[in-house]
Every structure is written in structure tokens, then in C-alpha cells.
């Protein structure tokens, strides 16, 4: 097992990378200065990784974290174009020196390996579509030139000392954890907001500019293969869809996904943005072997979901919601374990129709008494048996299997349990319809009676 640091573990992109370490069972250590992450992000987690609260200039909290670690994911980074405008040195700081930091101590550290995460942003605006990593980078706004710099640091640690370091240049990620509140929110997280608020969105520009919209799972996979992979060393790759899309579309199909018409309101464009951005992704997928899976709209869809669900969850660890016992006299409860958006989406968007106590938990322990006591139906995350060691024919005839693992789901079918791939919003959708209407197959009891809630 190895140990792997993530600079910037509680930003957006860092704490996705996070969750899927921890679920994968690695030694996880995550180093921020909370200036643009948040605790919220890795809610669940406190006993599953370690967090130094420090800053990339400062050099002993830097030295702390990377001792002992064998890869570092580096995402610490102030992201924004527009904030680097503002403040080109405060954004210089962060992601040149900060970065040169970080190599420097990973260097002394005996680290085996860097992932960067680097920006489309570096290409600029040469009129050459798609992007490929051979072309001459133009950056146009500090962010940019930052970003750049600690790709020149990333290479130069490579050829000079042998550290090996990989360059990820990340296209435009949207996905759950993205905060929506910033005043340097991305466009994704910002147009949901305003128009789950009924409010239009603002483009600026004339709407045509494009991007290559890449959902975080994906990024997340690359990332963990190229921090896998020897042969990434000394590499600069884009990790990308390979779609474009104009603005008009995102707020075309947003509106479809939400099912209203909003039109957003123009604005000038704003200094440092590139028109168009689209990448090219066959070197990664040579070297690394990625291949982006979710589509733009799905990716979407997931999204809208989260923010819906994040903005209307009540605030708390877990621990002051309402306990096992609990359970509203006569009715069926159901307890979700896993701080996982598409679990809330199933809280918010189905049960709460119908007449269940749902309990959240994010503690495995908490999870295996309910199994223990069988105090009701179990929605849990699949792959969290696997980590208990608990196999799937063990458990109580009440779990409903949810797993984005395709051979366990159809597993727990075999087995007669009702189960679904929480990957796709329509099974999980007709599952949870069925389950909703007929009880949960199983297969040696009767169905759990369900009243829907009076209107
Ligand atoms: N989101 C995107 O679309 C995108 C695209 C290309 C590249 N990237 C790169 O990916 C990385 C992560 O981006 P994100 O969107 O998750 O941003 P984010 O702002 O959500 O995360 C950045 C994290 O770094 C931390 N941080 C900032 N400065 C720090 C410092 N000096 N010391 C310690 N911690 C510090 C912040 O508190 C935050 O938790 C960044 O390096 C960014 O440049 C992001």
C-alpha cells in the first residue's frame, strides 16, 4: 500500500481524489491551507486521512507533509483566471513558487512520484483545434504563465534529479464538491445555482466560446493511473473529454435537465478567457490507457443533482442526525450509508415521497450494526462490504445493493437481492421506482408495505 499526499485535498478536484483513495483503501494525507477548499468537502473522512493545515510557502509544513509519502498529487493552486488577473503575484505564489517548493521537498524526501495538475489554460488561444500537447503554449492570463511555470519546475526535476513527474493538463472539470459559492465560481457550478434560483446566468461574451467539459470521475481515474504508470514520467498529457461545447449548450441542455427556459443575460468578455478549447486525448489514452466514460450531459446530470442535494442537506457531522433507534413507529427505515452524491440524489429525489424514516450515516461501523440488527432496508454502497470482508450472500435479505461495480451488482441479482449500478441514473432511477412501488425483491419475506406520504 502506498502512501499518497494530495496537495489541495480539500479543494474540488482534491477531495474527489481523496474519496476515491480512501475507497480504495491507500494511505491518504492531504495538505491545504483551506483558502479556496473546504472541511465540508471531506466530511466523513476524519478518520480515514490526515490533514496538515499549511500553506506551499511555508517550507516546514511542506517538509511535514511530504515525509514519508511515496506519491504526491499535487493540486494545491489558487484556480481562477479572473482572481489571477486581479492578483498576478498572490497567483505566482501559490502555483510557480509553491510548486517548486513542493518538488523541492519531495526531492529530499525520497517522494517516487509527482502528478501535476496542469491547465488547458496553458494553450491559450492559437486558433488549432483540438489541443495536442506538442503544440507551443501561449499562455494569456497569469494563471496560465503559473501553471506553465510549474510544468517547467515538474520537467526540470525530471531531467535534473531523476524525480519522476507527470503533467496532467486538466480541461475545464465540473462535478460534485465544485463550489458553486465562490465569487470565482467555474461557469458549471455558477449557472446551476442561478438557475436552480430562477435567476439567469450571465455569459460573457457571445456564447460561442467553447469548452471541453470533463466530469471529475474521469480526471480522478486519469490521475490515479498516471500516478500508477512509469512510463507517464517526464510526460505533459491533456486530460479531456474530447467534445467541445458552446456555452448556448450548457445552458440549453440545463435547461432540459431542469425543465425550465431560462435565457442568460450577455455581458463583455472578460480579459485573460480563450475562445476555444478542445483536446486531444490519444496520447493519454496510449500511455495511460484512459478513456473518458461519462458523457457531458450525464455529467450534467449528476451535477444538477448534487448542488440540489448539497443546498437543500442539512448541515452536520452525522452524528446530531437522528440515531438507529429512531426509526418513526410502523414505517419501513432506511439507513444510506457513504457521503455519496448519488445516494443523497436517492434521499432527496425518490424516498422522500414515500412514507420511510432515511437515516445517513457515513460510518461503516454504524453500517454493519444496522446489518447487524436488521433494523430496516439498507442502502449501502456495494463496495463497502468488500472493505468490511462481508460477503454479499452474509447479508440481511433487507440491503438493497448499490454499486457503481457492475459484477457485484449482478452478483447481489443472482443472489435475489435488489440491487442497482448507482453509475446510471436510469437504473437507479427504475430501481428505486420499483422498490418505491413493490417493496424490495425479496426473495424469502414479504415486501415492505410503503404508503406514499400525504400530499
Ligand atoms: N477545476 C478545473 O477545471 C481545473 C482545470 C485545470 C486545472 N486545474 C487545476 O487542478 C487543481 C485543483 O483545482 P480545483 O478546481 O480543485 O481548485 P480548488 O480551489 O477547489 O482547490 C485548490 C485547493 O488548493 C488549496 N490551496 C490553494 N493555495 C494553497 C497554498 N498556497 N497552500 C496550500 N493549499 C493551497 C485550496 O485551499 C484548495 O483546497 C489546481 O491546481 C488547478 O490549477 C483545475
Known amino acids: 500500500m502506498a502512501t499518497y499526499l494530495v496537495t489541495g485535498g480539500a479543494g474540488f478536484i482534491g477531495s474527489n481524489l481523496v474519496h476515491e483513495l480512501v475507497r480504495r483503501g491507500e494511505r491518504v494525507r492531504i495538505l491545504d491551507n483551506f483558502s479556496t477548499g473546504r ?6 473522512l476524519d478518520d480515514k486521512m490526515e490533514i496538515i493545515e499549511g500553506d506551499l510557502g511555508e517550507p516546514a509544513a511542506v517538509k511535514k507533509a511530504v515525509h514519508g509519502t511515496d506519491v504526491i498529487l499535487h493540486h494545491a493552486a489558487l484556480p481562477s483566471v479572473a482572481r489571477s488577473i486581479e492578483d498576478p503575484t498572490g497567483t505566482h505564489a501559490a502555483n510557480a513558487t509553491g510548486t517548486l517548493n513542493l518538488l523541492v521537498a519531495a526531492r529530499a ?12 489554460s496553458v494553450y491559450g488561444d492559437s486558433p488549432v483545434l483540438p489541443k495536442e500537447e506538442g503544440m507551443r503554449p501561449e499562455p494569456k492570463s497569469p494563471y496560465a504563465a503559473s501553471k506553465l511555470a510549474g510544468e517547467g519546475y515538474c520537467l526540470a526535476f525530471w531531467k535534473a534529479y531523476g524525480l519522476e513527474t507527470v503533467c496532467l493538463r486538466y480541461f475545464n472539470v465540473f462535478g460534485p464538491r465544485q463550489d458553486p459559492n465562490s465569487p470565482y465560481a467555474a461557469v458549471i457550478p455558477n449557472f446551476i445555482t442561478r438557475m436552480l434560483q430562477g435567476e439567469p446566468p450571465t455569459i460573457f461574451g457571445d456564447g460561442l ?6 466530469y471529475v470521475e474521469d480526471v480522478v481515474e486519469a490521475t490515479l493511473l498516471a500516478a500508477t504508470v512509469p512510463a507517464a514520467a517526464g510526460q505533459v498529457l491533456n486530460i479531456a473529454c474530447g467534445r467541445q ?19 442568460p443575460r450577455l455581458a463583455r468578455p472578460r480579459s485573460g478567457d480563450v475562445r476555444h478549447s478542445q483536446a486531444e486525448v490519444m496520447k493519454a489514452r496510449a500511455l495511460l490507457g484512459f478513456r473518458p466514460r461519462i458523457d457531458f ?8 443533482l448534487w448542488i440540489r442535494a448539497s443546498t437543500s442537506r442539512p448541515t452536520g457531522t452525522g452524528n446530531d442526525r437522528p440515531g438507529i433507534g429512531e426509526t418513526s413507529e410502523g414505517s419501513p427505515a432506511i439507513l444510506i450509508a457513504e457521503d455519496d452524491p448519488m ?3 436517492v434521499l432527496h429525489e425518490y424516498l422522500d415521497r414515500f412514507d420511510f424514516a432515511v437515516h445517513t450515516t457515513d460510518s461503516h461501523e454504524e453500517a454493519r450494526r444496522w446489518l447487524e440488527e436488521e433494523g430496516g432496508l439498507l442502502l449501502l454502497d456495494g463496495s463497502v462490504f468488500k472493505q468490511m470482508g462481508i460477503p454479499l450472500a452474509d447479508l440481511p ?28 441514473l436510469d437504473d437507479l432511477g427504475k430501481t428505486l421506482r420499483q422498490i418505491a412501488t413493490e ?3 425479496i426473495p424469502s419475506s414479504a415486501p415492505i408495505p410503503l404508503r406514499r406520504r400525504a400530499a
Open 397 to 424: 435479505r433487507r440491503a438493497v445493493i448499490c454499486s457503481g461495480d457492475a459484477d457485484l451488482v449482478e452478483e447481489a441479482r443472482r443472489l435475489g437481492m435488489t440491487a442497482f449500478c448507482k453509475g446510471r
Open 245 to 263: 461545447h458552446t456555452l448556448w449548450d450548457l445552458v440549453r441542455i440545463l435547461n432540459d435537465v431542469l425543465g425550465t427556459e431560462t435565457f
Open 297 to 304: 450531459e450525464e455529467g450534467l446530470r449528476r451535477t444538477v
Open 439 to 441: 417493496g424490495p425483491h
Open 39 to 44: 472541511r465540508e468537502n471531506l466530511r466523513g
Open 343 to 345: 445516494l443523497t440524489l
Open 209 to 214: 466560446q467553447s469548452r471541453d467539459f470533463t
Open 109 to 120: 524526501s525520497n517522494v517516487k512520484h509527482v502528478v501535476y495538475a496542469s491547465s488547458s
